[in-house]
């Protein structure tokens, strides 16, 4: 829904990574919350194989006392790890095994882990990682393990944010000239309190509460602001150079790199993945434009819910939002959008689009000037027209004013080009 902040999950920049030996001296990195220091010094172990580690799998070799590894690349896309990960851990602690070594597609997702404390410890490593593990289990007599205690890293030294494999992606299948998600937020390996202690949680329920301070914060500083203005400051103002170039325009993470997003295969992230960006409260302070949407506006959305109604696509399309996605452009459409002026009074904007791949983008006009005696709000009217006809997926890019100093009011785009509204007519 246009008037709901949806929100994505991504990484945080810490790490806890763990230190695994073989026994041909091979040194490989994985993922794990080994801190029990009796459990850590038992010396190398020897080395099973158990696939999906499932009761039918472990119970083909004798697994106790050693440390098993659950490696089945051949399911990496029909499972989710936080499905398969805590039945792994529970069966093997049956089969009476004293280590996990379990391979899935991210090394980040830790939650699952607390199923092992008292127990044994579990690492978890990428497919790589596990790959070199049963290479080595399987060109090998008698194959040892040794996991060391992890260690925690935070910092310069994690590669973050990514957006988490199981934070729902867009678009949306009922609204899609709506772009979701609106903006990312720390999802992953949330140190979260609970009765008596606290846990690492992950989730979208974890991101979520992230956004909710932002705009409980920004609500206490500009108390006059409505919803609608601070969801657009928050997502307008998503992590990204300040920049007037086109290619640091772009959402980058804070080395200056695209944020990429975990799943099976692992990619750069786009506007379907996380939004207008990770969320940057300090810029959403002050954002210096906005887009505001009147309440009533809403109210015309939800009667194009109810049935059809003559206008309703244009409406989708010119509805105030900090986002804009045409998902069946033919030719050419045209669109607008208000900003208001919520920074100094004088101040001139500039604009700077990344028009999505095969379309031409124009904007008019390609110049804000803001005074003390001019409106606080203006309109400005984006065309989009098509270079190709294709029955296409969708290609992405932003609209970015910025007064080349301290505002850059980024907006993601999303297209997608069509010959026919059914793809069974182009046959």
């Known amino acids: 829904m246009p008037w709901v902040t949806t929100v994505a999950a991504s990484t945080i920049d810490r790490s806890f990574p763990t230190l695994i030996s073989l026994g041909n001296k091979e040194k490989l990195v994985g993922q794990s919350l080994n801190y ?6 038992s010396g190398s172990q020897a080395l099973v194989y158990a696939g999906r580690c499932d009761p039918e799998s472990l119970a083909l070799g004798n697994v106790t006392g050693k440390t098993v590894l659950c490696y089945a690349p051949e399911e990496a896309s029909r499972w989710s790890p936080q499905l398969i990960l805590p039945y792994a851990i529970n069966y ?7 280590g996990l070594i379990f391979a899935q597609y991210t090394a980040n997702n830790l939650d699952s882990l607390v199923e092992c404390e008292g127990f044994m410890p579990c690492t978890l490593v ?19 393990v040794k996991v060391f205690p992890a260690v925690s890293v935070v910092g310069n030294g994690v590669l973050s944010p990514r957006v988490a494999s199981f934070s729902s992606r867009g678009p949306s299948l009922l609204f899609p000239g709506i772009l979701k998600p609106d903006i990312t937020a720390p999802g992953v390996n949330i140190l979260a309190a609970v009765r008596g202690s606290y846990v690492f949680y992950s989730g979208t329920s974890m991101a979520c509460p992230h956004v909710s301070a932002v705009t409980a914060m920004l609500k206490s500083v500009h108390s006059q602001w409505s919803p609608a203005m ?15 170039s086109l290619i640091e325009a772009s959402v980058t993470n804070r080395f200056g790199m695209p944020i990429q997003a975990e799943a099976v295969p692992r990619k750069l992230a786009d506007p379907f993945d996380f939004g207008g960006g990770h969320i940057d409260p300090d810029r959403a302070v002050d954002p210096g434009l906005v887009y505001d949407v009147d309440a009533r506006e809403y109210n015309k959305f939800f009667n194009c819910t109810v049935g059809y109604l003559a206008g309703c696509e244009s409406y989708y399309l010119n509805l105030n939002l900090p986002s804009i996605a045409v998902p069946d452009l033919k ?3 045209m669109l607008r959008r208000t900003v208001t002026n919520v920074g100094p009074e004088e101040a001139t904007y500039h604009l700077v689009v ?14 804000i000037n803001f005074t003390q005696s001019s409106s606080k709000s203006v309109t400005f009217m984006v065309t989009f027209t098509t270079r ?28 997608r080009t069509v010959i026919q509204d059914f793809v069974a007519d182009t046959s």
Request: hydrophobic share 35%.
């Open 36 to 41: 029990n220091a009796a459990m850590n010094n």
């Open 354 to 367: 990344e028009p999505p791949a095969g379309i031409d983008v124009s904007v008019e006009p390609s110049v």
């Open 331 to 333: 030719d050419h459409v």
């Open 92 to 98: 093997t602690i049956e089969a009476g095994a004293k």
């Open 126 to 144: 990428d497919f790589e990682i596990a790959h070199r593990i049963f290479s080595y289990w399987d060109m090998t007599d008698n194959p040892v």
């Open 388 to 415: 190709q006809r294709v029955q296409g997926g969708y290609t992405f890019g932003s609209l970015t004013w910025s007064d080349g100093s301290t505002h850059s009011v980024r907006i993601p785009i999303a297209v």
């Open 230 to 244: 601070i969801k657009s400051a928050i997502v307008t103002t998503g992590r990204k150079d300040c920049s007037l």
